[in-house]
Protein backbone atom coordinates (compact mmCIF):
# COMPACT_ATOMS: atom_id res chain seq x y z
CA UNK A 1 0.00 0.00 0.00
CA UNK A 2 1.53 3.44 -0.94
CA UNK A 3 0.49 5.58 1.17
CA UNK A 4 0.84 9.87 1.59
CA UNK A 5 2.11 11.55 3.95
CA UNK A 6 1.34 15.31 3.71
CA UNK A 7 2.87 18.15 6.65
CA UNK A 8 1.72 21.28 7.20
CA UNK A 9 4.54 23.91 7.85
CA UNK A 10 4.23 27.50 9.26
CA UNK A 11 7.56 28.91 7.46
CA UNK A 12 10.83 27.87 5.52
CA UNK A 13 12.67 26.01 8.31
CA UNK A 14 9.43 23.64 9.16
CA UNK A 15 9.04 23.38 5.88
CA UNK A 16 12.77 22.19 5.27
CA UNK A 17 12.54 19.95 8.64
CA UNK A 18 9.31 18.12 6.93
CA UNK A 19 11.30 17.58 3.59
CA UNK A 20 14.10 16.30 5.25
CA UNK A 21 12.04 14.30 7.48
CA UNK A 22 10.34 12.46 3.95
CA UNK A 23 7.09 14.23 3.75
CA UNK A 24 5.51 13.25 0.63
CA UNK A 25 3.92 17.02 0.22
CA UNK A 26 3.51 19.70 1.97
CA UNK A 27 0.76 22.54 2.82
CA UNK A 28 2.56 25.44 2.85
CA UNK A 29 1.18 27.77 5.62
CA UNK A 30 1.65 30.61 7.72
CA UNK A 31 0.07 31.13 11.12
CA UNK A 32 -0.55 27.76 11.95
CA UNK A 33 -1.76 28.76 15.48
CA UNK A 34 -4.34 30.36 13.84
CA UNK A 35 -5.45 27.31 11.44
CA UNK A 36 -2.96 28.36 8.69
CA UNK A 37 -3.34 31.46 6.25
CA UNK A 38 -1.90 32.27 2.82
CA UNK A 39 1.87 31.95 2.80
CA UNK A 40 4.25 35.16 0.94
CA UNK A 41 5.08 35.42 -1.87
CA UNK A 42 8.70 35.68 -0.58
CA UNK A 43 7.98 32.36 1.52
CA UNK A 44 6.11 30.31 -1.16
CA UNK A 45 8.84 31.02 -3.85
CA UNK A 46 11.85 30.56 -1.48
CA UNK A 47 10.29 27.15 -0.79
CA UNK A 48 9.74 26.61 -4.75
CA UNK A 49 13.54 26.96 -5.56
CA UNK A 50 14.67 24.65 -2.47
CA UNK A 51 12.43 21.73 -2.53
CA UNK A 52 10.90 19.39 -5.80
CA UNK A 53 8.58 18.28 -3.46
CA UNK A 54 4.59 19.14 -3.98
CA UNK A 55 3.98 22.35 -2.56
CA UNK A 56 0.10 22.83 -1.67
CA UNK A 57 -0.27 26.54 -0.17
CA UNK A 58 -3.38 27.65 1.56
CA UNK A 59 -5.26 30.35 -0.06
CA UNK A 60 -6.92 31.66 3.41
CA UNK A 61 -6.44 35.47 3.70
CA UNK A 62 -6.67 35.29 7.28
CA UNK A 63 -8.41 33.35 10.42
CA UNK A 64 -11.60 33.00 11.74
CA UNK A 65 -14.56 31.67 9.65
CA UNK A 66 -14.44 30.64 6.08
CA UNK A 67 -17.52 32.87 5.04
CA UNK A 68 -15.49 35.36 2.89
CA UNK A 69 -16.18 39.05 1.09
CA UNK A 70 -15.95 40.36 -2.23
CA UNK A 71 -12.56 41.97 -1.02
CA UNK A 72 -11.33 38.57 0.22
CA UNK A 73 -12.66 37.07 -2.97
CA UNK A 74 -10.29 38.95 -4.66
CA UNK A 75 -7.19 38.25 -2.86
CA UNK A 76 -7.57 34.54 -3.12
CA UNK A 77 -7.91 34.79 -6.50
CA UNK A 78 -4.84 36.77 -6.84
CA UNK A 79 -2.69 34.47 -4.49
CA UNK A 80 -3.66 31.29 -6.74
CA UNK A 81 -2.40 33.31 -9.60
CA UNK A 82 0.82 33.51 -7.46
CA UNK A 83 0.65 29.83 -6.66
CA UNK A 84 0.49 29.01 -10.39
CA UNK A 85 3.54 31.59 -11.44
CA UNK A 86 5.62 29.74 -8.52
CA UNK A 87 4.65 26.40 -10.25
CA UNK A 88 3.02 25.10 -7.22
CA UNK A 89 1.20 21.41 -7.58
CA UNK A 90 -1.89 22.36 -5.81
CA UNK A 91 -4.00 24.74 -3.67
CA UNK A 92 -5.98 24.14 -0.20
CA UNK A 93 -9.47 25.92 -0.02
CA UNK A 94 -12.67 26.02 1.91
CA UNK A 95 -15.06 28.60 1.48
CA UNK A 96 -18.61 28.33 3.53
CA UNK A 97 -22.21 30.03 2.99
CA UNK A 98 -23.64 31.46 6.17
CA UNK A 99 -26.20 28.69 6.09
CA UNK A 100 -23.32 25.98 6.62
CA UNK A 101 -23.10 24.88 2.74
CA UNK A 102 -20.17 25.22 0.72
CA UNK A 103 -19.94 28.27 -1.51
CA UNK A 104 -20.03 26.20 -4.39
CA UNK A 105 -20.19 29.68 -6.93
CA UNK A 106 -17.56 31.20 -5.87
CA UNK A 107 -15.29 27.63 -5.58
CA UNK A 108 -15.76 26.57 -8.59
CA UNK A 109 -14.72 29.87 -9.67
CA UNK A 110 -11.25 29.05 -7.36
CA UNK A 111 -10.91 25.52 -9.02
CA UNK A 112 -11.72 26.66 -12.40
CA UNK A 113 -8.81 29.80 -12.07
CA UNK A 114 -6.40 26.86 -10.67
CA UNK A 115 -6.56 24.30 -12.99
CA UNK A 116 -4.64 22.30 -13.85
CA UNK A 117 -3.50 22.52 -9.89
CA UNK A 118 -4.78 20.29 -7.80
CA UNK A 119 -7.44 21.50 -5.31
CA UNK A 120 -7.61 20.10 -1.63
CA UNK A 121 -10.73 21.85 0.05
CA UNK A 122 -9.48 22.38 4.17
CA UNK A 123 -11.16 21.51 7.46
CA UNK A 124 -13.75 24.29 6.50
CA UNK A 125 -15.45 21.15 5.73
CA UNK A 126 -15.71 20.19 9.12
CA UNK A 127 -17.92 23.24 9.66
CA UNK A 128 -20.50 22.25 6.64
CA UNK A 129 -24.05 20.95 7.45
CA UNK A 130 -24.44 18.28 5.94
CA UNK A 131 -20.76 16.40 5.16
CA UNK A 132 -22.35 13.92 2.48
CA UNK A 133 -24.10 16.83 0.87
CA UNK A 134 -21.15 18.80 0.68
CA UNK A 135 -19.05 15.67 -0.21
CA UNK A 136 -20.55 15.19 -3.14
CA UNK A 137 -20.95 19.08 -4.61
CA UNK A 138 -17.34 18.76 -4.05
CA UNK A 139 -16.85 15.94 -6.76
CA UNK A 140 -18.98 17.55 -8.85
CA UNK A 141 -16.74 20.86 -8.96
CA UNK A 142 -13.88 18.67 -9.75
CA UNK A 143 -12.25 19.02 -6.19
CA UNK A 144 -9.67 16.05 -5.87
CA UNK A 145 -8.97 16.06 -2.25
CA UNK A 146 -11.13 16.98 1.24
CA UNK A 147 -9.19 17.45 4.36
CA UNK A 148 -11.33 16.57 7.53
CA UNK A 149 -10.76 15.54 11.26
CA UNK A 150 -14.35 14.16 11.00
CA UNK A 151 -16.39 17.27 11.85
CA UNK A 152 -14.67 17.12 15.36
CA UNK A 153 -11.89 19.47 16.81
CA UNK A 154 -9.68 16.27 16.09
CA UNK A 155 -9.06 12.64 14.84
CA UNK A 156 -7.72 11.86 18.24
CA UNK A 157 -9.19 12.45 22.08
CA UNK A 158 -5.94 11.44 22.96
CA UNK A 159 -2.25 11.47 21.70
CA UNK A 160 -2.35 7.63 20.98
CA UNK A 161 -6.60 7.31 21.43
CA UNK A 162 -8.84 8.44 18.09
CA UNK A 163 -12.18 9.78 18.55
CA UNK A 164 -14.56 7.04 17.33
CA UNK A 165 -17.10 9.64 16.57
CA UNK A 166 -14.61 11.16 14.10
CA UNK A 167 -13.58 7.91 12.94
CA UNK A 168 -16.65 6.41 11.94
CA UNK A 169 -17.84 9.91 9.70
CA UNK A 170 -13.89 9.66 8.11
CA UNK A 171 -14.76 5.85 7.14
CA UNK A 172 -17.71 6.36 5.95
CA UNK A 173 -17.08 9.34 3.93
CA UNK A 174 -14.50 7.40 2.30
CA UNK A 175 -16.57 4.51 1.73
CA UNK A 176 -19.34 6.77 -0.14
CA UNK A 177 -16.43 8.55 -1.82
CA UNK A 178 -15.44 5.59 -3.43
CA UNK A 179 -12.20 6.84 -5.39
CA UNK A 180 -14.40 9.62 -6.84
CA UNK A 181 -12.49 12.07 -4.49
CA UNK A 182 -9.43 11.50 -1.70
CA UNK A 183 -10.22 11.92 1.75
CA UNK A 184 -7.51 12.87 4.20
CA UNK A 185 -7.98 12.08 8.33
CA UNK A 186 -5.84 15.32 10.00
CA UNK A 187 -5.35 17.37 12.92
CA UNK A 188 -4.37 15.00 15.48
CA UNK A 189 -2.76 12.34 13.48
CA UNK A 190 0.41 11.36 14.90
CA UNK A 191 2.49 8.17 15.01
CA UNK A 192 0.41 6.54 17.79
CA UNK A 193 -2.28 6.46 16.26
CA UNK A 194 -2.02 6.66 12.01
CA UNK A 195 -1.72 3.49 11.64
CA UNK A 196 -4.75 2.66 13.43
CA UNK A 197 -6.49 5.72 11.37
CA UNK A 198 -5.64 3.88 8.23
CA UNK A 199 -7.18 0.38 9.34
CA UNK A 200 -10.29 2.23 10.51
CA UNK A 201 -10.83 4.13 7.47
CA UNK A 202 -9.18 3.09 4.61
CA UNK A 203 -7.70 5.78 3.66
CA UNK A 204 -4.27 6.36 2.15
CA UNK A 205 -3.22 10.03 2.59
CA UNK A 206 -2.87 11.81 5.70
CA UNK A 207 -2.00 15.57 7.07
CA UNK A 208 -0.31 16.40 10.21
CA UNK A 209 2.03 19.64 11.44
CA UNK A 210 3.71 17.54 13.64
CA UNK A 211 4.30 21.49 15.58
CA UNK A 212 6.71 21.66 18.49
CA UNK A 213 8.42 24.72 19.84
CA UNK A 214 12.54 25.13 20.19
CA UNK A 215 14.29 27.39 22.56
CA UNK A 216 15.28 30.39 20.64
CA UNK A 217 19.45 31.41 20.16
CA UNK A 218 18.93 34.64 21.68
CA UNK A 219 21.66 35.51 24.03
CA UNK A 220 19.96 38.55 25.27
CA UNK A 221 16.65 38.17 27.08
CA UNK A 222 14.34 41.21 27.86
CA UNK A 223 13.87 41.42 31.06
CA UNK A 224 10.31 42.24 30.54
CA UNK A 225 9.40 39.58 28.24
CA UNK A 226 11.54 36.65 30.18
CA UNK A 227 8.23 35.07 30.63
CA UNK A 228 7.18 35.28 27.28
CA UNK A 229 7.61 32.20 25.29
CA UNK A 230 6.35 34.04 22.12
CA UNK A 231 9.62 36.18 22.23
CA UNK A 232 11.77 33.30 23.03
CA UNK A 233 10.46 30.14 20.61
CA UNK A 234 10.37 29.00 16.98
CA UNK A 235 8.03 26.78 15.61
CA UNK A 236 10.01 23.30 15.34
CA UNK A 237 9.14 20.13 13.14
CA UNK A 238 11.25 17.26 14.07
CA UNK A 239 12.45 14.90 10.43
CA UNK A 240 12.52 12.17 12.69
CA UNK A 241 8.54 12.53 13.65
CA UNK A 242 8.18 13.19 10.04
CA UNK A 243 10.03 9.43 9.30
CA UNK A 244 7.94 7.97 12.37
CA UNK A 245 4.63 8.67 11.08
CA UNK A 246 5.61 6.59 7.54
CA UNK A 247 7.70 4.04 9.95
CA UNK A 248 4.64 3.22 11.33
CA UNK A 249 2.52 2.85 8.25
CA UNK A 250 5.03 0.38 6.90
Known amino acids: MKYIIEIATSDFLTTKSAVEGGADR??????????????????????????????????????????YNKDEFEIMMNDI???????????????????GTIDMT????????????????????????????????????GCQRILTSGQQPSVSSRESVVDSKAVELIADLNKVADDRIIIMPGSGVRKENIKMLAEKTGCVEFHSSLRGKIKSPMQYVHPAFASSEESYSNNQISPDEVRALRTVLQ
Open 26 to 67: IELCANLAEGGTTPSYAHTKKCREAFSIPLFPIIRPRGGDFL
Open 106 to 141: RTSELIELAYPLEVTFHRAFDRCKDPFAALEELIEI
Open 81 to 99: RVAKELACEGIVIGLLNMD
